[in-house]
């Protein structure tokens, strides 16, 4: 079955500490690999993808993620967080010409 | 480039009556729409996917009688929501899809906040 796993409901860390954010797949064919945010109320803006090639991936405002096909991970990380990455976070996975299959979401909070 | 909106931002509309959400791409075509509802703290799902000029296709438990798509044009797809009670209140998302095959690439969205009272 195809399915995304987001395992960390809520995750608080310090402004600049470092963070990691984890999604594991499970996916018949060749994975498309996306990491979206969502601010409250507002719809999902795209961190970073993954198509092929590098299995490092770099993003916007300074969000990394590394595909790791023997894990059928997609983890994503920061360096140093700042407050205002504090949000939702989605990882989705879709096939070519498929839809997507969205995890359940972390939410981060960030302590000053 | 690729932005898709949504209109109306947020309604409120009284039970029994229909409300219409509109979703546009801006500056591309989108051979395909998809729109998705999100309940408070949980993550998106998937309602329907439609393709300009077909019928659009319902994921499994949705209704398609209570949620009319119609995807008139490249740039323009909507969503109906007929007879609406408390319980369709919730947040709907849509996004749009460039071309078929090109990396399945999603643009979405702002969303829009529906209050069925």
């Known amino acids: 079955a195809q399915s995304v796993t987001q395992p960390d409901i809520h995750i608080t860390v310090s402004e600049g500490a470092s963070l990691e954010l984890r999604c594991n797949y499970s996916?018949?064919?060749?994975?498309?690999l996306f990491w979206y945010v969502q601010s409250p109320g507002q719809g999902l803006q795209l961190l970073l993808k993954y198509f092929s090639g590098d299995t490092l991936v770099q993003g916007i405002k300074g969000f990394e993620a590394e595909f790791k096909r023997s894990q059928s991970s997609f983890n994503l990380r920061k360096p140093s967080v700042h407050w205002s990455d504090a949000a939702e976070y989605f990882c989705?996975?879709?096939?070519?010409?498929?839809?997507?299959?969205f995890g359940s979401g972390t939410r981060l909070s960030v302590k000053p | 480039g690729a932005v898709v909106s949504q209109h109306p931002s947020w309604v409120i509309c009284k039970s029994g009556t229909s409300v219409k959400i509109e979703c546009r791409s801006l500056d591309f075509q989108a051979t395909t729409m998809f729109w998705y509802r999100q309940f408070p703290k949980q993550s998106l799902m998937l309602m329907a996917t439609s393709n300009e000029g077909s019928k659009a296709t319902y994921e499994q438990g949705v209704e398609k009688d209570k949620f009319l798509i119609n995807h008139a044009s490249l740039t323009l797809s909507t969503l109906t929501v007929t007879s609406a009670h408390p319980e369709d209140s919730s947040f709907y998302i849509c996004s749009a899809r460039a071309s078929p095959g090109t990396g399945t690439e999603q643009y979405f969205g702002p969303g829009t906040r529906l209050t069925v009272t």
């Open positions: 989705a996975v879709g096939g070519l010409y498929s839809t997507f299959i």
């Open positions: 996916y018949g064919a060749t994975p498309y």
